[in-house]
């Protein structure tokens, strides 16, 4: 019996892809072995998590001052979904590879409530996008031997193109990718905010994004760069909070 062959497995081949996705694994690894994170790593994480729905909501176009949101003076309902979603990463982790387009649901009501219609919430706006989200979903359930940072930027970029929920389907987009890290081992902890490195780099973000919806070689090959440029800008930012938490005054 010949065996399935791997859809993503080409992307690969793809140049310099091999090395940004190694060299953004790298980076990811030595940022988790940082100090901190053996006494702090809870300290760590929620800042992370705080850091991370704050760049979600800026990329959807809801750019609010960090300290702001911190504070709990920001009501914006797209923040607040942010939030939501950040929080409830950890808790969705084991079910998104069994049960994925479950999980998408549950993103998107806690990402859209209070944006869209109550009736709306979970479902996707068009039934056109079905094959593709089962698509994607097989991929996800284990369809792939693709190395994690590769299928987290397909998720993503899959979810940014089909846009199949209503409000702002890039928040849940950006919240599947992330949870792709933290249930493939890739990240674990949820202590990588890919979010911070796609606003460092928004413009490239957008058109990046543009480029993989087109299928090409080229676009995709573009996106599976920036994605793995990304991570390796969010591993900076967990030094740097990581590096901030170590030397904080204890209490």
């Given at each position: 019996?010949?065996?399935?062959?791997?859809?993503?497995?080409?992307?690969?081949?793809?140049?310099?892809v091999?090395?940004?996705?190694?060299?953004?694994?790298?980076?990811?690894?030595?940022?988790?072995?940082?100090?901190?994170?053996?006494r702090?790593?809870?300290?760590?994480?929620?800042e992370?998590?705080?850091?991370?729905?704050?760049?979600?909501?800026?990329?959807?176009?809801?750019?609010?001052?960090?300290?702001?949101?911190?504070?709990?003076?920001?009501?914006d309902?797209?923040?607040?979904?942010?939030?939501?979603?950040?929080?409830?990463?950890?808790?969705?982790?084991?079910?998104?590879?069994?049960?994925p387009?479950?999980?998408?649901?549950?993103?998107?009501?806690?990402?859209?409530?209070?944006?869209?219609a109550?009736?709306?919430?979970?479902?996707?706006?068009?039934?056109?996008?079905?094959?593709?989200?089962?698509?994607?979903?097989?991929?996800?359930?284990?369809?792939?031997?693709?190395?994690?940072?590769?299928?987290?930027?397909?998720?993503?970029?899959?979810?940014?193109?089909l846009?199949?929920?209503?409000?702002?389907?890039?928040?849940?987009?950006?919240?599947?990718?992330?949870?792709?890290?933290m249930?493939?081992?890739?990240d674990?902890?949820?202590?990588?905010?890919?979010?911070?490195?796609?606003?460092?780099?928004?413009?490239?973000?957008?058109?990046?994004?543009?480029?993989?919806?087109?299928?090409?070689?080229?676009?995709?090959?573009?996106?599976?760069?920036?994605?793995?440029?990304?991570?390796?800008?969010?591993?900076?930012?967990?030094?740097?909070?990581?590096?901030?938490?170590?030397?904080?005054?204890?209490s």
């Open positions: 019996m010949t065996a399935p062959v791997d859809p993503l497995a080409p992307l690969l081949a793809l140049a310099d091999r090395a940004a996705v190694g060299q953004a694994r790298d980076t990811a690894d030595a940022a988790m072995r940082h100090r901190a994170l053996r702090q790593g809870g300290a760590v994480a929620a992370v998590s705080l850091r991370s729905a704050v760049a979600s909501a800026a990329l959807a176009g809801y750019a609010h001052d960090r300290e702001q949101v911190r504070a709990g003076v920001v009501t309902p797209v923040v607040q979904g942010c939030l939501r979603v950040a929080a409830a990463l950890p808790s969705l982790v084991e079910t998104w590879p069994k049960a387009r479950q999980v998408l649901a549950r993103l998107h009501v806690l990402a859209a409530r209070g944006s869209v109550p009736e709306l919430l979970g479902h996707p706006v068009d039934g056109s996008a079905s094959p593709r989200l089962d698509a994607l979903a097989s991929l996800v359930a284990g369809g792939t031997s693709a190395p994690p940072l590769v299928l987290a930027a397909v998720v993503h970029g899959e979810l940014l193109a846009a199949p929920f209503a409000g702002a389907p890039g928040v849940v987009a950006r919240a599947a990718a992330r949870l792709t890290l249930s493939s081992g890739f674990p902890r949820g202590l990588i905010a890919p979010e911070v490195g796609h606003l460092a780099r928004e413009p490239e973000y957008v058109g990046a994004a543009g480029a993989f919806a087109t299928g090409t070689p080229d676009g995709v090959r573009s996106w599976l760069r920036h994605c793995a440029a990304a991570v390796s800008l969010a591993a900076d930012a967990l030094t740097e909070v990581a590096e901030q938490t170590w030397t904080a005054p204890q």
